[in-house]
């Protein structure tokens, strides 16, 4: 069958670390993958797209890695900051027909 | 600044009603999406409209009906509310192959 995992353990981190969440995914072979932001009782936002080709892509302090051979996806936010805690999710197209399937989520705790 | 909103962001209704969740986005996107979100189920896609009346079923289409009559506007119906409908309800929309953008979302309680 076909998945999207994420951690269900939230991750706590100290300010100043690197935060890193995994998207792993079977019986897919997604053209890209997305990640969103996801504040408690707020609609999830749109973070960072990384296309098949791509190896890596980076926003600011956001990184993202794309290895299809593994079938999994890095996401990296580089010296955390309290106001990054949130549920990330991780987000892919398995069809190709503009239809988004998505992980539960993995929340990360920016600890002071 | 890009916009999706819904209709109410806290809605209270009886079991056997009928809803009505709106949802309006202000980009020109020719797609919309309504899902719900539980606790430890996720996102989960209800329908999906890639053009003025045109509409496919998400993954639990089941006990809801959309209406596309105008670009921006997407509507998501309960024609007969129940108890195991309370969820967050969520409506995004985009461009093809683009990202989402999500609106505040609705959290319905059917009791």
Redesign the interface.
Same mark, same amino acid.
């Given at each position: 069958s076909q998945k999207i995992e994420q951690n269900s353990e939230a991750l706590n981190i100290q300010e100043g670390k690197t935060a890193t969440l995994t998207c792993n995914y079977t019986n897919y072979s997604p053209a890209y993958l997305q990640w969103y932001r996801q504040d408690p009782g707020r609609g999830p936002v749109f973070l960072l797209l990384i296309r098949e080709n791509e190896k890596e892509k980076r926003k600011e302090r956001l990184k993202v890695t794309f290895d299809t051979t593994l079938k999994q996806s890095l996401f990296h936010i580089t010296a955390s900051q309290p106001a990054d805690s949130a549920t990330y999710l991780c987000a892919l197209d398995p069809r190709g027909n503009n239809r988004l399937a998505f992980g539960k989520g993995n929340q990360v705790v920016v600890i002071p | 600044d890009v916009k999706?909103t819904q209709s109410s962001r806290y809605l209270v209704k009886r079991t056997g009603e009928k809803v009505f969740l709106e949802c309006v986005q202000d980009m020109d996107h020719e797609?919309m999406?309504w899902y719900r979100q539980d606790p430890?189920? +996720?996102?989960r896609?209800i329908y999906?409209s890639?053009d003025v009346k045109m509409k496919e079923k998400?993954d639990i289409p089941e006990g809801y009906s959309v209406s596309r009559e105008k670009k921006e506007r997407f509507s998501l119906i309960l024609e007969s509310a129940s108890t195991n409908q309370t969820s967050?309800y969520?409506c995004?929309s985009?461009a &093809?192959?683009?990202? &989402?953008?999500? +609106?505040?979302?609705t959290?319905l309680t059917v009791t």
């Open positions: - | 999706v797609n999406f430890g189920l +996720g996102l896609l999906f890639y998400g967050m969520l995004a985009n &093809q192959f683009y990202e &989402q953008y999500f +609106g505040p979302g959290r």
